[in-house]
């Protein structure tokens, strides 16, 4: 089956640490994408990737970093800099500008 | 800097109602815009994409058109059922700056109740 994976599903981070959150994709898409959802809020683009080795900051992208080493993987590290991190992350792909596809999410939690 | 709105942002009917959700943008210039499904604590699913050039797609009992000159699109479900229960966001892409980076809306939570 073709699809977006993402893991963990459930994340616990103590304060000072840095978490990756794991995106893989067998869709063979170059475009992906990482998003933050909050409650009550739409999702906001932390960073996104059009192809290997190349990616963009999105609109907040200061306390979280990626890469973009192989098409199919695109992990996202939240470190110690983010101070709010608890939310939920969704990880997203697509060729070029064409239907996006979501994985199921990893919720975060500060402990 | 596109600005996606969606209304209402709470909906709650009887099942068998036919619903219409909205969305609207403040950009026409765009390249797509695609409906999505998240279920509580889930990831999105995708509904329906309608490109530039197009007015309307329809899935079973979904049918979402398109007006870009008015920034507005709509998302009709006909007949609903307890398992339409669900946020329903739309999400535009730009046709230019070169990213083509999709804007989300905050979503239409639905409820449809027996």
């Known amino acids: 089956d073709g699809g977006i994976t993402q893991s963990p599903k459930y994340l616990f981070r103590k304060e000072g640490q840095n978490v990756t959150l794991s995106c893989e994709q067998n869709?063979?898409?170059?475009?992906m994408y990482w998003y933050r959802q909050d409650p009550g809020q739409g999702l906001r683009l932390i960073y996104y990737?059009?192809?290997?080795?190349?990616?963009q900051k999105g609109d907040i992208a200061e306390g979280y970093s990626v890469s973009r080493e192989k098409k199919e993987s695109f992990p996202l590290t939240v470190t110690s800099a983010q101070k709010n991190p608890t939310a939920f992350y969704l990880c997203?792909?697509?060729?070029?500008?064409?239907?996006?596809?979501f994985g199921q999410g990893t919720r975060l939690t500060v402990v | 800097k596109q600005e996606v709105t969606q209304i209402p942002a709470a909906l709650s009917v009887p099942e068998g109602e036919n619903l219409v959700l909205n969305c609207s943008f403040t950009d026409s210039a765009i390249y797509n815009l695609q409906w999505f499904r998240q279920d509580p604590g889930k990831g999105l699913t995708s509904l329906l994409l309608?490109?530039?050039?197009?007015r309307e797609q329809t899935s079973g009992r979904l049918n979402a058109s398109l007006d870009k000159s008015s920034g507005r699109s709509t998302l009709y479900i006909a007949a609903s059922q307890p398992g339409d229960s669900a946020t329903y966001l739309c999400?535009?892409?730009?046709?230019?700056?070169?990213?083509?980076?999709?804007?989300f809306g905050r979503g239409t939570s639905l409820i449809v109740h027996p």
């Open positions: 999400a535009v892409r730009p046709h230019s700056g070169g990213s083509y980076i999709p804007t």
């Open positions: 997203a792909s697509s060729i070029y500008a064409t239907e996006a596809f």
């Open positions: 990737s059009q192809i290997v080795n190349d990616f």
């Open positions: 869709l063979n898409h170059d475009a």
């Open positions: 309608i490109q530039s050039s197009q």
